[in-house]
């Protein structure tokens, strides 16, 4: 069974920083480009960044663009979302999911391509 698990968040100040991961079981990483989402309490889910199979190309939303940095280790079936300078607003849960599509230009593919999504875990930025 295909199965995506979270880990990393925690509560941090403004300006801080947390790196996310993202486990695979069940199934080899490789053949998969990974996305990073997060959903705030009230607001729809929001693409936050994504990778491809390799590695050789990630994309970014423009309220992380400089700040976040997608990364993964395929011999460890692991994807990484370093998160620096943290802000009030990056307060959400995170959740990382699998695909086989790429492409759509500066774009992550959008959620619906995902599947095997992990349960999420929950980054708060508070003072």
């Known amino acids: 069974q295909l199965q995506l698990v979270e880990s990393g968040g925690g509560l941090v100040q403004p300006g801080g920083s947390l790196r996310l991961s993202c486990a695979a079981s069940g199934f080899t990483l490789d053949y998969y480009a990974i996305g990073w989402f997060r959903q705030a309490p009230g607001k729809e889910r929001e693409g936050v960044s994504c990778i491809s199979t390799s590695g050789g190309s990630t994309k970014y939303a423009d309220s992380v663009k400089g700040r976040f940095t997608i990364s993964r280790d395929n011999a460890k079936n692991m994807v990484y979302l370093q998160m620096n300078s943290l802000k009030p607003e990056d307060t959400a849960i995170y959740y990382c999911?699998?695909?086989?599509?790429w492409g759509y230009g500066s774009q992550c593919p959008p959620g619906g391509e995902y599947h095997s999504w992990g349960q999420g875990t929950q980054v708060t930025v508070s003072s």
């Open positions: 999911a699998a695909t086989t599509r």
